[in-house]
């Protein structure tokens, strides 16, 4: 089959939905599939092109028998609201330009965020007579109404106008989770034409992880780099440090801790590696509170990102409140792949919580709570020695997300045209299979 993959991020972007779709991509190329792909330059999560990049309007590479049509797109320094839209906009317009001159493909798949692609993807596909189908990593209406970014009006009736077209006009329509497909039927979208595409681990990296013995020497040498001791409880979050992420939640606990008298007082250290629109806001806030206790790293190469891991007692994954039904970090398997445990903040009846209680690989507490939070710190603080055997539950429980397996029932599902086939939630694994749930 030929297929074309239109969506904003790809490699070498090494964070959020990239690597997932580049995988995708490349997957389906080892097989024999013709892949081509339309997206950007890259620029996440740091928001800026690479210097050779900057001023380029389109560009073909050929990465891993992929052949990758970059096309020029607005990135603005500190994305707002409303300089977010042009930036998406300016992609979808360029993009939809190449594919209108590009060969025909058997199927389309179009990657959403953004949601504007799928109204392109209608009238694209519809002028060259291509089947697409719409994957949908974030809700963006509703993620967007959740977090509080779009009041209720006019444009929040745009934004699921849009939508309504993209889901009703796509061949297939598929989420990364539970939650989403429901979601989806909420909206009236027949089941039938509603697929489970969940994110994954790779295969090899999953069984190197599994075999591999825990470098704990590369931990201790990442803390003393950091001057951290081996007394101090060190949580970690890595990634995207975004609005949705809500890490707020991080530097209003370590400043109630640092706060407390010297006998009540954790010995505990935040690390935030990464990059995203909210990192200089929150930078300036650790200043303003003179938090002390609190670290701000560069987003960290593989190698540094491993003993990072490795140095952690327990990795973060937060979410704001409110948010718990749209999003599914995906960072979550790459961390219990690894063996590590894992400090959620996220709703109480959302699916990350749910994922965590049946897992049980670690410990959830609700977002806007950070007295929760460092109660439960001060609790795992005096029971370390428990940590690896929720790292060895999440090893265990992530095995079900193999790349080979979930692809081979997404493809198998798109070449019978069967909606109802493999592909569907629960026949490759579902992310919290006890309570039937995963996003």
């Known amino acids: 089959m030929t297929f074309h993959f239109w969506g904003i991020n790809y490699h070498p972007e090494v964070t959020g939905i990239s690597p997932y779709t580049t995988s995708w991509c490349e997957w389906l190329a080892k097989r024999g599939h013709t892949v081509k792909v339309f997206t950007t330059f ?4 740091s928001w800026k092109k690479r210097p050779e990049d900057r001023g380029r309007l389109y560009r073909t590479d050929r990465i891993n028998g992929v052949a990758v049509h970059r096309c020029w797109h607005y ?12 930036h998406e906009a300016s992609f979808v317009l360029t993009s939809a330009l190449r594919l209108l001159v590009a060969p025909r493909a058997d199927l389309v798949v179009v990657v959403s965020p953004p949601l504007l692609l799928g109204c392109a993807a209608w009238l694209v596909c519809g ?4 089947r697409f189908v719409f994957h949908v990593q974030d809700l963006q209406p509703d993620a967007a109404a ?5 009041r209720p009006g006019r444009l929040l009736r745009l934004l699921y106008g849009l939508e309504r077209l993209a889901y009703r006009t796509c061949w297939r329509l598929s989420g990364i ?10 909206k009236g979208i027949p089941a039938e034409k509603v697929l489970h595409l969940p994110n994954w681990v790779d295969d090899g990296v999953l069984d190197a992880a599994a075999e591999a013995v825990d470098d704990r020497e590369a931990g201790f040498a990442f803390r003393r780099r950091l001057g951290v001791s081996e007394e101090t409880l060190l949580l970690v979050y890595s990634g995207n440090l975004g609005v949705k992420q ?10 109630r801790n640092e706060a407390a008298p010297p006998g009540e007082r954790i010995p505990v250290e935040f690390v935030l590696a990464g990059e995203g629109a909210s990192k200089a806001d929150l ?4 200043k303003a509170w003179e938090l002390g206790t609190v670290r701000f790293l560069p987003l960290q190469d593989e190698p540094s990102y491993r003993a990072l891991l490795e140095a952690a007692d327990f990795c973060l994954v937060t979410q704001q409140a409110g948010t718990g039904r749209y999003f599914f970090p995906s960072k979550l398997l790459t961390l219990l792949m690894h063996g590590r445990p894992v400090l959620t903040v996220a709703d109480a009846d959302g699916e990350l919580a749910a994922a965590v209680a049946e897992g049980g690989f670690g410990v959830n507490v609700p977002p806007g709570a950070p007295a929760a939070l460092l109660h439960e710190v001060q609790a795992w603080a005096g029971r370390r020695a428990e940590l690896p055997a929720l790292g060895s539950r999440g090893r265990e429980w992530v095995s079900r997300f193999r790349r080979s397996r979930v692809l081979a029932d997404w493809l198998q599902a798109i070449e ?11 026949e490759s694994g579902d992310c919290a299979a006890a309570a039937n749930r995963q996003h």
């Open 246 to 255: 809500g890490l707020d939640i991080l530097l209003e606990a370590a400043r």
């Open 177 to 186: 989770s539970q939650g989403m497909l429901e979601a989806f039927r909420e």
């Open 283 to 286: 930078e300036e806030r650790a």
């Open 42 to 45: 890259s620029y996440y999560p």
């Open 75 to 86: 990135v603005p320094d500190r994305p707002g609201p409303l300089k977010r839209m042009l």
């Open 416 to 426: 019978t045209g069967d909606a109802a086939g493999p592909g569907r939630a629960g």
């Open 146 to 150: 959740g977090l509080g970014m779009i």
């Open 127 to 130: 002028l060259r007579r291509m």
